[in-house]
């Protein structure tokens, strides 16, 4: 008996290595020997060796072996059994099943919370994972004097993992207060766990604050760092704190590349990548696919593929390769490349479809890139939340709508609409498909939102015209970014409130943010709307304090500003001082000039553009032919007319048509204008039979003006200007009968004259004048001013009063009565600047014209249709009316 107890020892030893052996080697065949060799030599009965057993079935994913082991078992089980089994149902996937044994075991330890927390994490369940935690608090004795040794830190790591894939940062300083209170800060992997997690949730400064007061950091903090570093102050300030580490390892050196290839630093990537291979570290799959990202970002494509034969010689295609350099070939336009890389993948994963589906849909071929996204749900690939939220953004358009429809039903049964990216995707497609309603029911139930989603909500509404609702959605923000502040600065610009646009700049300031270039160029865009030029020099000031003033954008949207206020010379200065200027930056010097009647001007500047190499479109015809409108050059506008599609394959637009209808017309051509609308190649709009019908009144030919009036009416019959403007031509004609018809078919058609206003800035304070206003604190005084302006006027041998007329009497006008105001107002030196709502009428503008030579001051106005420059009895738009 004595001689069998070490024999007996020894077997039992050698089972238990063998079986320690068998789990390392992952063998199906050689754990389910062993199995049989424990029943054979009748070691089965050991509890100790049965649990190994479990834990080899569960290393090999014999999940089914382990379940059928586990029942045999039924007098032999203790706590580390059942924990065994769960564990091997988690790592084969089967979470409902692990959960269902879990409620049933009669004796739970640390370990038994520690493997559901982590089997939820990395079954891609955090908000679950986060749950079981909760519960292991409730049910322990932590309010009872338990002490920290109790507790697992391992359950830590992982609920922060969960956490921190869930991006929620006020749970996560509830579970950092939790290690504070139960003293865990001093374990290592609850420190990396910390750092990790704040990065994670976006909270770097959060981060930066556990990592500097860790005494001796660990290598893996050191790398979460430098890609928190990068996200709070940039790649280069990253690239520092990589330079100041102690020591550094391949994660550190593929960590900083990523963050430079991230950070669209494809060359400066490159170069790190060399660096690292001179310093004796061997690039890795994560290191390639980092690089191939870059090139991806450059458009290198030589270096791209010197890429691919260096991945095929060191390492082979796999399908995390393969899927980099399909996304390579991709953007860098040669999708004949990538398929070919596809085809050729011996294994092709979610990341190899998703690659490929993206490089086709950055194309505008979305059906391709939804046909390849069927064929992929054939091939009966696992969808993750990046391929979700990918093939969503595919799905942004009515003929979409569907499917993404049937995709987010997908989402809620798998579960992944926990996941804020697959979240917000849904939220950007409903968005973009104009169904803000479904977009916001979405948004009400996820159950957590970033700032992304918020401003992905604003986006929504703001997309289908609900101001209120956006605004409703920016006040109940809980936090805000600088890309949230400009998602409501845009929306209030683009839908006309630039006031209020302004406004909310004002606030953004007062609370200390700071503005980038889109905050700027919006705001100095809403100061060119209201030509507001003293607002507009406040804003500008913040893009020199804020060291913006180069950038091109904001560049361009001064020169717009400059241009709407009338200060042509102050644009022209700006325009000259951008060093490499754009299409845009061309554009908006030709707008400006076409806009201010400098015709001469705005082919100069195009033909300067042409030199340059900077390929014009279609917004730069619209400004060359109105400027060749405004100053009568009908031969340059026909050959420009002409070139536009001959020479640079632009098709004309309506606006291109209105610029050409307006240039025959005031030269008289009316005959050709009423021709080149007859031909056209689409339905003209209202503006183009407008432009011809302005054309009548000048020429006085009330015959054309009734044809034209009758297609505006087709058009658009609620336009009281159109009414308007032919009675004028009667009245003008002394064709009393088709004044009084007119005004007869507006009255039954229940159509009012829009009431035409003036307004000019004194002092910081907008004055507005009606026709005949008798509302001015200083009317009498004005009216007094006016007809003392009036005499000399007529004095000058150049106009004529109107005795009488068949409307409203065009003495009083409003923009007279602006100007007058502004010369009572407003010093000698200074130029006079009016707004006027609608188009000036041919008596205001020969008044203000004659105005400017008897008074020898600069007056601008700023009319429904352009600006008028007037000095010494002159006006920049050649031949107006």
Known sequence: MNMAMPHSYLSYQNLYETLKHCASLKSPRAARVIHAHLIVSGWYASVFLRNSLLHVYSNCHLSDDALRLFHDSTTHRNVFTWNAIIHALLSSGQVSHAQHLFDEMPQRDSVSWTTLISGYSHNGFPARSIQTFASMLRESEFNHGQTQDKFDPFSFTCVMKACG???????????????IKLRLGAHTSIQNALVDMYIKCGAIGLAECVFLGIEEPSLFCWNSMIYGYSRLYGAYKALDLFAGMPEHDSVSWNTLISVFSQHGL????????????????????????????????????????????????EHGLDAYLGSGLVDMY??????????????????????????????????????????????????????????LATVLGVCSEQNGAAIGELLHGYTIKSGMDSYVPVGNAI???????????????????????????????????????????????FDLMPERNIITWNSMLSTYIQHGFSEEGLKLYVLMRRKGVEPDWISLATSI?????????????????????????????????????????????EAQKVFDSIHVKNLISWNAMMAAYAQNGLGEKVIETFEDMLKTGCKPDHISYVSVLSGCSHMGLVEEGKHYFESMTKVFGISPTNEHFVCMVDMLGRAGLLDQAKELIDKMPFKPNATVWGALLGACRI?????????????????????????????NIYAESGELEGVANMRKLMKSKGIRKNPGCSWIEVDNTVHVFTVDDTNHPHIKEIYIKLEEMMKKIEHTGKYISPLSSPHRSQKYHSEKLAFAFGLLSLPSWMPIYVMKNLRVCHDCHLVIKLLSLVTSRELIMRDGFRFHHFKDGVCSCKDYW
């Open 330 to 387: 991709a953007k860098c336009g040669r999708l004949e490349l990538a398929r070919r890389v596809f085809d050729c993948l011996e294994e092709r994963n979610e990341v190899s479809w998703t690659c490929l589906i993206t490089g086709v849909a950055q194309y505008g071929l979305e059906e391709d890139a939804l046909e390849l996204f069927n064929q992929m749900r054939q091939a009966s690939v696992v969808l993750d939340d990046f391929t």
């Open 699 to 727: 020429h006085h030919e009330s015959h054309l003006a009734e044809t034209t009036l009758k297609n505006l009416m087709e058009l658009n019959p609620e336009d009281s200007g159109n009414y308007v403007l032919l009675a």
């Open 266 to 313: 494809g060359v400066k990537c490159l170069c790190l990548f060399l660096e690292m291979y001179d310093r004796g570290f061997k690039p890795n799959f994560m290191t390639y696919g980092s690089v191939l990202s870059a090139c991806a970002s450059i458009g290198d494509l030589e270096w791209g593929a010197h890429l691919h034969a260096r991945i095929l010689r």
């Open 165 to 179: 894939s869930l991006g929620c940062t006020p749970l996560a300083l509830q579970l950092h207060s939790l290690v």
């Open 427 to 473: 939220l950007t497609m409903y968005s973009k498909c104009g169904n803000s309603e479904k977009a916001y029911l979405a948004f009400r139930l996820m159950p957590l939102r970033d700032t992304i989603s918020w401003t992905a909500m604003i986006t929504a509404f703001s997309q289908n015209g609900d101001i209120t609702r956006a605004r409703e959605c």
């Open 525 to 569: 865009r809403a100061c060119a709307d209201l030509a507001v030029v003293k607002l507009g020099m406040q804003v500008l000031s913040h893009a020199i304090k804020f060291a913006l003033i180069s950038d091109v954008s904001v560049a361009n949207s001064i020169i717009t500003m400059y241009s709407r206020c009338g200060q042509i010379k």
